[in-house]
């Protein structure tokens, strides 16, 4: 018997390999325009949050796509769910720490945008959670 695919799990994966996608270009530019920032500044300029806020951005968005991949990949074996929640966990973790940096950064902490950035990889928690009661049941 053939097990059933978890559609919430697929779904959100299908959006989080979208969105990781997308940032990985963005943070691949972000980077590249730091490095270009740091060479027109020279050497007395100290980018060092800006270098690190660009690295945060394409990690996060390494980490989501991995994340969305297990997502898709899993959804029809709940057996691997716990492996989908330690990825869903990270992608938040990630969300938070970029919020934090903006807000050490000089920018103004938002609560809308925390919780945006939130809103995916809790939902994405939510589908790998009831996979893993299907693996329990």
């Not at 959006?15 to 943070?27: A, F, R």
């Not at 660009?54 to 994340?67: C, I, N, P, Q, R």
């Not at 945006?116 to 959670?129: H, R, T």
Request: aromatic share 4%; charged share 10%; net charge positive.
């Amino acid at each position: 018997m053939e097990k059933k695919s978890n559609g919430f799990l697929k779904v959100t994966g299908i959006l989080m390999i979208i969105g990781g996608g997308i940032g990985i270009i963005i943070g691949v530019i972000a980077v590249l325009g730091v490095g270009l920032l740091a060479a027109a500044l020279g050497a007395e300029a100290s980018l060092g949050l800006l270098t690190f806020a660009a690295v945060l951005s394409l990690v996060g968005s390494a980490v989501s796509l991995t994340a969305g991949i297990l997502g898709v990949a899993n959804a029809a074996k709940p057996e691997r769910a716990t492996v989908c929640i330690v990825f869903g966990i990270l992608t938040a973790v990630l969300s938070v720490l970029g919020n934090v940096l903006t807000a050490a950064g000089g920018g103004s902490f938002s609560v809308v945008n925390l919780i945006l950035g939130l809103v995916l990889p809790v939902l994405y928690l939510i589908g790998a959670f009831q996979n893993k009661k299907k693996a329990v049941a």
